[in-house]
C-alpha cells in the first residue's frame, strides 16, 4: 500500500469504545505509545476491528500541531505524543519537523517556518504532537 500520509503506525487494537454513531479506537504503536482513531460503527463493522487486531494507523503530517511547552495544559485533542525534536527542515514557507517518541516511533508534521522559530524547534528540544482523533485514519488488509 503506498498512500502520501507521512505518518504510518502500525500495531494492535487495544481498546475499543463503542457509542451509537462512533467507537474510539485505541491503537498501541510502540513503547507505551497509544494513538487514538475515532471512526463510524460502520467502518468498525466493516473492518472487522477488535481487541487484538492489527491495524495501520495513517495521519497526515499538516494534521499534527506541536506543543514545545505546556504538558499541564488538558486538551480535547485525544492523543498527545511526547518525544524529542529529531530533525526540522525549513522551506520557504513551511516546516517539517520529525518527533522521536520513547517507544521508537517517529512523528513528521508540517507546521509554518515561524510556528517553528517561535517554539524553539531544533534538534533535541522536548516536544508534543497534537493529533485529533477524527483525524486518524485506519485501514486493515484486503
Known amino acids: 500500500m503506498k498512500v502520501s500520509a507521512r505518518n504510518i503506525f502500525k500495531g494492535p487494537i487495544s481498546a475499543i469504545k463503542t457509542g451509537i454513531v462512533n467507537a474510539e479506537v485505541a491503537v498501541s504503536i510502540g513503547g507505551n505509545d497509544t494513538l487514538v482513531a475515532v471512526v463510524t460503527m460502520e467502518s468498525l463493522n466493516a473492518l472487522e476491528l477488535k481487541t487484538g487486531k492489527d491495524v495501520v494507523a495513517l495521519v497526515k503530517a499538516p494534521w499534527v ?65 497534537v493529533i485529533k482523533a477524527s483525524n486518524v485514519i485506519l485501514g486493515v488488509p484486503a
Open 65 to 129: 500541531m506541536l506543543m514545545s511547552e505546556g504538558s499541564d495544559i488538558r486538551l480535547s485533542a485525544r492523543n498527545s505524543l511526547t518525544g524529542t525534536v529529531k530533525s526540522v527542515e525549513v522551506g520557504t514557507v513551511n516546516a517539517e519537523v520529525s518527533i522521536s517518541l520513547p517507544g521508537g516511533s517517529e512523528v513528521a508534521s508540517v507546521v509554518t517556518k515561524e510556528a517553528a522559530a517561535e517554539l524553539g524547534l531544533r534538534p533535541g528540544v522536548p516536544v508534543t504532537a
